[in-house]
Each structure stands twice: as C-alpha cells, then as structure tokens.
C-alpha cells in the first residue's frame, strides 16, 4: 500500500481564518514533504521533516506552519493567508529519512482557495 | 546546475502513437531520475525511475532512455491511450538534497 491521504481535498477561507491541512501515512515512512503546486507548474517543495523533526524549510513565510505530532502525520497550520496563497497543496512521504534517493509518494493535494 | 530542463511544454498523438518526453541536467551528482504522471486536480504519482547505472528500463507501456554521457533521459509512451492524457514531469535528486523538477510535459492523446 503507497498511500498518502490528505484532508480536507477542498478548503476555502478568508484572510483572517486560521486552518489547518492534514496529511496522513501508514507506510512507515520516515520522511515527510510539503509542496505547494500552482496551475500548470512543478510541485515547490516547501517543508521536509526527517524522523519528525523539521529538516528542511525552504524559506516559507511565517503565516505557513507545518507540525509533524508522529511519524505518521504531518499538518499544516495556515493564517492571515494572501489570495497568492491559493494553490494544490500535496504532502508526500518516503521511506528513509530525508536525503536519500528513496521514492517520493504524493498524497491527492487539498485545493486551497484564499478570499 | 541543480535545474532540470524538459521538453517539449505540449504534446499532441493520436491513440496508438509513442509521445516522447525529453529531459537534460547538468549535475552529475544526480543519482536517481523518476517520472511522475499527473492527472488534473490529483496529486502526482510515481511512473517509473531509473538510477544511472542501466540505460534502460520497462514498465508496462512506459520506457525510460537513459545517456549518461548525454547527461539525458527520456521517456516513451508506448501504444498511447488517451487515458494516458495528463501532466508528466521528469525529476532529479542526489543524495543528501531535495528532488528537483522538471517544468512538465502536458500530453494529450487524440482517439
């Protein structure tokens, strides 16, 4: 089983909410990503936390704050968003920790939307 | 150095036709070389990879070239279907660092 879940698949706030995205795995995986995915365009790599610990922070704006509670989840806490912001959100996994060529394993993506 | 360049943007085939997606890089230290398929509003899945030590490698209808002289790889769509329309994106990664992506690939397949 290669499979990543994440909820909600649709979220639509305002400018002044505060939300959250969450990403689930049971693979055992010990790496966890954050990308952000605009139209037509790459997945950004945004996040990576490595046997739960933040490793890698691409240098996303504060009002963007990932929280991995245990080694099989991984959320995304969102506040005082710009309509910039909006945008495929996928989480993925991989086996080993962060830096090895392990494969990648998206989960579907939680379209955002920010008024 | 860590970029990724793929062509071409678009690709239009008729059903049975074998589309072919090309891909360059220039660090060396890369190490591991996917393809992921992705469909509109999905998240990317994995296709096939392939590590620089074979030059090539089957799954199914879908084929990875590998020149690593060329510092190349490619893709091919063997019998495409037009189930096989979507994104494709080639990527990058060495140990130690981030898996780096190419631009993608939207590939139609006409019935």
């Known amino acids: 089983d290669t499979e990543v879940t994440q909820t909600p698949k649709h979220l639509v706030m305002g400018m002044t909410n505060k939300k959250s995205l969450k990403c689930e795995q049971h693979?055992?995986?010990?790496?966890m990503y954050w990308y952000k995915q605009k139209a037509k365009k790459p997945p950004e790599l945004m996040f990576v936390?490595?046997?739960?610990?933040?490793?890698i922070n691409e240098s996303v704006p504060s009002r963007f704050s990932p929280e991995c509670p245990n080694s099989s989840l991984l959320n995304l806490h969102l506040h005082a968003l710009q309509p910039e912001d909006s945008a495929l959100y996928l989480c993925?996994?991989?086996?080993?920790?962060?830096?090895?060529?392990?494969?990648?394993?998206f989960g579907p993506g939680t379209r955002l939307t920010v008024l | 150095q860590q970029q990724v360049k793929q062509s071409p943007q678009s690709l239009i085939v008729q059903k049975g036709g074998i589309p072919i997606i090309n891909c360059a890089y220039e660090n060396t230290a890369f190490d591991y070389f996917p393809w992921y398929q992705q469909f509109p509003g999905k998240g990317p899945a994995l296709l096939i990879a392939i590590r620089p030590d074979v030059s090539e490698k089957k799954e199914g209808r879908f084929t990875i070239s590998f020149n690593k002289s060329a510092k190349q790889f490619s893709l091919h769509i063997m019998d495409s279907q037009p189930g096989d329309s979507a994104t494709y994106f080639c990527?990058?990664?060495?140990?130690?660092?981030?898996?780096?992506f190419g631009a993608g690939t939207i590939l139609r397949v006409k019935s």
């Open positions: 936390y490595s046997y739960e610990k933040l490793s």
């Open positions: 990527a990058a990664s060495m140990y130690g660092n981030k898996l780096v």
């Open positions: 993925a996994s991989s086996r080993s920790g962060h830096g090895n060529t392990d494969t990648q394993y």
């Open positions: 693979m055992g995986h010990r790496a």
